[in-house]
């Protein structure tokens, strides 16, 4: 991954599109692999699993984390993330259509670095999606290049 690549962890097959779509429309050209729940997303960070072939690739510059995923949910995703010294700084936005103040409170107690709750309106959606690569793939400095 020599460009910068966001890890997309949706299960949800229609927002995962949308989300994609709003990246293409917003000429954000970037790599962004997509995975469909908890475990796959550990394991494609980590080298693990059905993603063990990856070996020593970069990590994604960021990642948009669903909170409601199967096998492994997102909190315990972020967990994950955070115990590791090779993701702790790993820029993690929680992208949900959960407005709970629980799942905002924990979120940001685990480490999250922005939490967005995802609209219904497809044309706010894909604002909000833009928005979010542009910050995180060319405003933002990461903590590694």
Known sequence: MDKKTILLVEDNKDDADLILISLRKSNIGNDVAVVRDGQEALDFLFATGPHAGRGDQALPTVVLLDLKLPKIDGLDVLRAIRADPRTQILP??????????????????????????????????????????????????????
């Not at 709750?117 to 909000?128: D, L, M, T, Y």
């Not at 928005?131 to 995180?136: A, D, M, P, S, V």
């Open 92 to 145: 993690v936005v929680i992208l949900t259509s959960s407005d709970e103040e629980r799942d905002r409170i924990d979120s940001y107690h685990l480490g999250a670095n922005s939490y967005v709750r995802k609209p219904v309106e497809f044309g706010q959606f894909a604002e909000e999606v833009k928005k979010l690569g542009l910050y995180w793939l060319v405003v933002n400095r990461p903590a590694r290049d």
